[in-house]
């Protein structure tokens, strides 16, 4: 995981790394590990490689519906880091048009509270994700 983290430092590599549906299982996998070690590791990859990571329609995409599912599972939690990743990988993958849709359509209400909830904290840096978010 380590190596794959370094590795998406490099702008050459994201756009060959999003797409692979292989790392993007494992991705997933280590960011809902509850080791945090790992966890941190697969959200810094997901935050590297989100610019270019292409949504598919969840009915046909199991990688789609995990990704979506554990970001709004993560901005709800109670974990500072986790929503504040959370945000930024959902910042980046709306960044493409396509993805800014299915994401819209996606994401349910409760996630959509929460984020309005995030708003009235005195924290600036889940305030200014939040912002970025929305």
Request: net charge negative; hydrophobic share 45%; glycine share 2%.
């Amino acid at each position: 995981a380590t190596i794959l983290r370094n590795i998406s430092f490099e702008e050459d590599n994201v756009p060959v790394l999003a797409r692979n549906l292989t790392l993007l299982r494992f991705v997933l996998l280590c960011v809902n590990s509850s080791w945090s070690n790992l966890n941190q590791t697969g959200f810094d990859i997901l935050s590297n490689i989100a610019w270019d990571i292409q949504l598919e329609e969840p009915e046909g995409d199991a990688v789609t519906d995990l990704m979506i599912k554990t970001l709004a599972r993560c901005i709800g939690d109670q974990d500072r880091f986790q929503v504040i990743s959370s945000l930024d990988v959902l910042t980046k993958l709306c960044s493409l048009r396509n993805n800014e849709e299915l994401v819209t359509r996606m994401v349910g209400s409760p996630t959509y509270r929460k984020l309005v909830d995030y708003l009235s904290l005195h924290d600036i840096h889940l305030l200014i994700a939040t912002l970025e978010c929305l």
